[in-house]
């Protein structure tokens, strides 16, 4: 069963930065590599959105426009793991941040996405 574990986050002040990391591991024998992968994320009391999302090679992102040119999606396939990188951190950016995956082609939609990672707590301070 295809499994995605996360890890990072916690409290920080405003203006600094985290990095999130999510690995998958597999049983299905389906590579790393066939996934796209999204980051959601869900503030208290709001729906979850999307953050970013990047292809299965890495060679294609997309960001949220509240998050553009703050955060960074990154892959690594030979270690199953794809990273969030996020920069400039403000109070707004505090949620539950998940990681997400698909096979093949990268989507906007969280009902696209197959697997789901445990989800892990960003807060930040004024």
């Known amino acids: 069963q295809e499994q995605l574990v996360q890890s990072g986050g916690g409290l920080v002040q405003a203006g600094d930065s985290l990095r999130l990391s999510c690995v998958y591991s597999?049983?299905?024998?389906?590579?790393?590599?066939?996934?796209?992968m999204g980051w959601f994320r869900q503030a208290p009391e709001k729906e979850r959105e999307l953050v970013a999302t990047i292809s299965w090679n890495g060679g294609k992102t997309y960001y949220a426009d509240s998050v553009k040119g703050r955060f960074t999606t990154s892959r690594d396939n030979a270690q199953n793991t794809v990273y969030l990188q996020m920069n400039s951190l403000t109070p707004e950016d505090t949620a539950v941040y998940y990681c997400a995956a698909r096979y093949f082609r990268e989507s906007s939609l969280e009902s696209d996405y197959n697997y789901w990672g445990q989800g892990t707590q960003v807060t930040v301070s004024s």
């Open positions: 597999g049983h299905s024998g389906r590579p790393f590599s066939n996934l796209a």
